[in-house]
């Protein structure tokens, strides 16, 4: 079975430019996580969907930064405009619904904002 | 955001030797998870714990669920190199989808 597939893989862009990071999750997993790994802070979670609708975007750092879950099989991360600081790993995991199963992990987008 | 306090932040050990690493948390959870991630990709599930006092093993792996339900432990038995990586316990408390992430321990083996 594939896993979370994210894209793109590596991003580079310019200080206030727009950024769309995109997942798609396992299939017949109803819950999608976005997080962000930098070395400061560890792995943080920014926002997580169940069946498409957003539950807590507690996380998210601030109104540059969206996401949308138009479906079951997509999501978009997108940070608009874009700072140095959002420099990070970013990672979209999924889950089959329920509290007791398990997030798997895409392979992570490594963004850099020059 | 709030996390685990992990322990060991980094380990390094020579081929062979047994590992020993634990999670520890203010709070009470009801799962405990232990990740594992290489460089360049995403954390990797090694191990689900779901009751108190639970022990698992998946091969050389083993993990415990504390009893008082804010820590856990993972041993890794006779290291080899493809062990190498950071470890990452992670905590789930009940009705709560959310996880709270442990800091990471990095195990590196000494030729």
């Known amino acids: 079975d594939a896993g979370v597939i994210q894209s793109p893989r590596h991003e580079v862009t310019e200080m206030g430019q727009e950024v769309t990071l995109r997942c798609k999750p396992i299939?017949?997993?109803?819950?999608l996580f976005w997080y962000r790994q930098t070395m400061m802070r560890g792995l943080e979670l920014l926002i997580y969907?169940?069946?498409?609708?957003?539950?807590?975007d507690s996380g998210m750092p601030e109104d540059r930064f969206s996401a949308k879950m138009p479906n079951a099989s997509f999501s978009t991360l997108k940070i608009q405009p874009s700072e140095p600081r959002d420099s990070a790993v970013y990672f979209c995991?999924?889950?089959?619904?329920?509290?007791?199963?398990?997030?798997?992990f895409g392979p992570g987008t490594r963004l850099t904002v020059l | 955001g709030q996390q685990l306090n992990q322990s060991p932040q980094s380990m390094f050990i020579q081929e062979g030797e047994d590992v020993s690493m634990n999670c520890t948390s203010s709070s009470i959870f009801n799962t405990w998870l232990w990740y594992k991630q290489d460089p360049g990709e995403g954390p990797v599930l090694l191990i689900a714990l779901y009751k108190a006092g639970e022990l698992t093993s998946n091969g050389r792996l083993t993990a415990q669920f504390g009893i008082t339900r804010k820590d856990s432990f993972l041993n890794i038995s006779a290291s080899i190199p493809s062990d190498v990586g950071i470890y990452f316990c992670a905590g789930r408390s009940r009705g709560n989808e959310k996880l709270t992430f442990g800091t990471g321990t990095r195990l590196t083996i000494i030729p």
């Open positions: 969907f169940n069946n498409n609708v957003p539950i807590d």
């Open positions: 299939s017949g997993h109803n819950s």
């Open positions: 995991a999924s889950s089959r619904a329920g509290i007791t199963d398990t997030q798997y």
